[in-house]
């Protein structure tokens, strides 16, 4: 599983990829996580805002910061 956290460096995309973070390892998942900052990349992504979370390049979430159970269950919902 891929995941990647987008943003600009700011405060809010900080926080999601700890969020992120912290979900993966309550579940126990074998994931790459990436921190993607590059406003190129991230408009090549597809994504209109950020902070965004992209699990194996599909957008799942996008302009907001999920808390750590949030991110949780998105876990769990793309893998069933």
Partial sequence: MK???LGS???NCKKL???VTEAVKNLELKAEILYVTDMVSIAASGLMRTPGLIIDE???SAGKVLST???ENLLKDYLS
């Fill in 3 to 5: 995941i990647k956290v």
């Fill in 17 to 19: 990829l700890e969020n």
């Fill in 69 to 71: 159970e949030e991110c």
């Fill in 58 to 60: 599909k957008i799942v």
């Fill in 9 to 11: 460096g700011c405060k």
